[in-house]
C-alpha cells in the first residue's frame, strides 16, 4: 500500500502478510479524498478509523495534515503495525484495541469525521446499528464514511447522503 498524497505522498508501506485485512485500494482511496479535499479542512478535523486493519485510511488522513487522528481495530497484532508505523513516520496517530460497538456506546470522545471499514459480511441490519450508534460520537456537521461491498445498498440507512462507487468498493457518506 501506499500513501497517495501529503507530507508523505507516495511513501510505501508494507504490512506483515499475516494481518487479517482487506485494505483499501490505492484507486478507492484517491476516489474518496478527491471528494472530501473540496469538502473538508482535512488540517482542523479530529478522525476515527473504526476497523482500522493496517491503517491505510488512518496514514492517509494524518499525511494530508489531520491533527489528531485515532485508528480502532479489534486485532491487537494490527494496533501494533499501526502504532509502529504511525511512530516511525511521526504521525499523529493514537490506536485503540478494541470491539467497534463496545468503543461506540462508550461516548467517551467525538470526532468531525469517522470512517469505516467493517467486515463485508456484515448483515444490513448491523450496519444499521453501526451507523446509528456512530451518530452519538459525532460532532455537528460531522461526516460518516463506510466502505463496503457494491451488493450493499445502505441507501436506506438513516442519514444517508450519497454514495460513490469504486470497482467492487463502494463508499457510504452519512451526515446527521
Not at 29 to 53: C, P, W, Y
Not at 107 to 124: G, H, M, R, W
Amino acid at each position: 500500500m501506499r500513501i497517495i498524497s501529503g507530507h508523505h505522498k507516495g511513501r510505501k508501506i508494507q504490512a506483515p502478510k499475516n494481518l487479517p485485512v482487506r485494505p483499501t485500494t490505492d484507486r478507492a482511496k484517491e476516489g474518496l479524498f478527491n471528494i472530501l479535499q473540496h469538502r473538508i479542512d482535512l488540517t482542523s478535523i479530529q478522525v476515527l478509523d473504526m476497523f482500522a486493519g493496517t491503517g491505510n485510511i488512518s496514514y492517509e488522513f494524518a499525511s494530508r495534515g489531520a491533527p489528531f487522528v485515532t485508528a480502532l481495530d479489534q486485532d491487537k497484532k494490527c494496533c501494533q503495525f499501526i502504532q509502529k508505523t504511525a511512530t516511525a513516520l511521526e504521525m499523529n496517530i493514537a490506536t485503540i484495541q478494541g470491539d467497534t460497538f463496545h468503543f461506540l456506546n462508550q461516548k467517551t470522545a467525538s470526532f468531525d469525521l469517522v470512517f469505516a471499514d467493517p467486515p463485508y459480511d456484515f448483515e444490513i441490519e448491523v450496519y444499521t446499528k453501526m451507523v446509528a450508534s456512530t451518530k452519538a460520537i459525532l460532532r455537528p456537521e460531522g461526516l460518516l464514511i463506510v466502505e463496503h461491498d457494491k451488493h450493499v445498498d445502505l441507501s436506506k440507512v438513516s442519514g444517508f447522503s450519497f454514495a460513490r462507487n469504486y470497482g467492487n468498493n463502494v463508499f457510504s457518506f452519512f451526515s446527521f
